[in-house]
């Protein structure tokens, strides 16, 4: 074991553990928000047929080529197609079929006209103006040819997924189930929401934040409370969540002081450590360790410290549990806005937001970043990276971001 690792390190490590996943079938309803478990191709075209982009008539284009308002082309109306009917007759020289948006184009047109560029009259149409070939057509196949690759395994089904799945005709996905995670935090000092406080004593803000972190990641999350500071009782819970769900976050007495417990916990119940620090700031304080097929990670009890740990460590190896194929963040490099006025000795972690400053993007860091700070999370898109050995830097430098 490798006692203090670096971010990448302790993240590749994560993604090395083995992952087993369960799959299901639901309703396309039932499965927004999962991962889907198969891959799938097309089995029809998208469209499934030429058809209309708009109300207007069907025509072939040669019988327009001289049309102008001082001298239209009139052409005999030979049937009229509403969305969803399917043409019968075919339009040759002279002929038009009225059509809707969506209809089929029928045999022997090649162009549609607008109705706003024409004119009815009876059982004929004057057209003012000319069509090119094959003008105004969305074309069989234009969107996706049949067999063609729709969603490849592990994608998150959200509303566009689900609406190309139903574009198909499929009305059940193989989806897989989500993994549980359980979630205690540790600290004689917390006290839960909705109780009063004591002398010396903070709400417990974790176990909400983390939970909901968690749960967006496509886990359900099992709430096992709080423990106090004591590695018997610690340990006691930490095998109960073991026995419950496939991974354990827990948050305080991850560090190395008198009260600090997550450590030696860990041991008790049996697990391999895998590392118990990373060189980065915040989030340095943790413990990864393994027993059997289950993993345990135990977080700083520093609420702004335990989610950046999460986000920049963990959630690309929370998110394959899921069965996600997305799982590293996007990396984008960006101008500071501001100077970053201290020397970063090890990896700095700024929780921040992309802005548009002057017509260019920059990386602007959210106030108050201290270790315990919640409210740098909110408005938080960007997780800007300052590299270990930095000094001082300008407004203007460029950094590495990961966009979540």
């Known amino acids: 074991m490798k006692k203090t690792v670096t971010a990448d390190e302790a993240r590749d490590i994560l993604l090395s553990l083995s992952v087993q996943r369960e799959t299901e079938t639901l309703s396309l309803r039932a499965a927004r928000g999962r991962v889907l478990a198969e891959n799938v191709t097309a089995s029809v075209p998208m469209p499934p047929f030429d058809r209309s982009p708009f109300d207007g008539y069907a025509v ?5 080529a001289n049309a102008a308002q001082s001298l239209p082309a009139v052409l005999r109306i030979v049937e ?8 019968t007759e075919t339009v040759g020289a002279g002929m038009a079929a009225k059509i809707l948006t969506g209809a089929p184009i029928p045999a022997g047109a090649d162009s549609v006209i607008k109705f706003e560029e024409t004119e009815r009259d009876g059982g004929t149409v004057r057209i ?6 094959c003008q105004n057509v969305i074309y069989r196949g234009e969107e996706l040819e049949q067999g063609a690759v729709l969603l490849e395994q592990g994608a998150l089904l959200a509303a566009p ?4 799945l139903a574009a198909q005709g499929r009305e059940r996905c193989a989806v897989y189930k989500r993994p549980t995670a359980a979630l205690f935090t540790t600290g004689s000092e917390l006290t839960p929401p909705g109780v009063p406080l004591e002398p010396g004593k903070i709400y417990d803000s974790n176990n909400a934040m983390l939970a909901a972190m968690l749960e967006e990641a496509g886990f359900d999350c099992l709430d096992l409370g709080a423990v106090e500071d004591d590695a018997e009782r610690i340990a006691a819970r930490l095998e ?3 026995e419950q769900a496939d991974i354990v976050i827990t948050t305080g007495g991850a560090s190395v002081g008198d009260y600090d417990f997550a450590h030696a916990a860990v041991e008790r119940v049996g697990a391999e450590v895998l590392f118990r620090k990373i060189s980065m700031k915040p989030g340095s304080c943790v413990v990864a360790a393994v027993k059997g097929n289950k993993h345990i990670l135990s977080l700083s009890g520093n609420p702004g410290a335990a989610a950046v740990c999460l ?3 963990a959630m690309p190896y929370l998110k394959r549990q899921c069965g ?16 970053v006025r201290k020397a970063s000795p090890v990896t700095r972690l700024l929780r921040g937001r992309l802005e548009i400053t002057d017509g260019r993007a920059v990386f602007a860091e959210n106030p108050r970043q201290g270790n315990g700070m919640i409210a740098s999370l909110r408005g938080f898109e960007l997780l800007g990276e300052i590299p270990a050995g930095s000094p001082p ?11 979540f």
Do not use: N, S
């Open 60 to 64: 072939r284009w040669e019988d327009t």
């Open 311 to 313: 986000l920049r460590v």
């Open 324 to 339: 996600r194929c997305d799982v590293l963040p996007e990396e984008i490099v960006l101008p500071l806005k501001e100077a």
């Open 393 to 403: 830097l300008e407004a203007g430098t460029l950094i590495k971001a990961y966009r």
């Open 240 to 242: 109960q969540a073991l």
């Open 80 to 87: 009229e197609l509403p969305a969803g009917t399917a043409p």
């Open 161 to 164: 997924e689900l609406g190309m």
């Open 128 to 133: 003012f103006a000319p069509l090119k070939p």
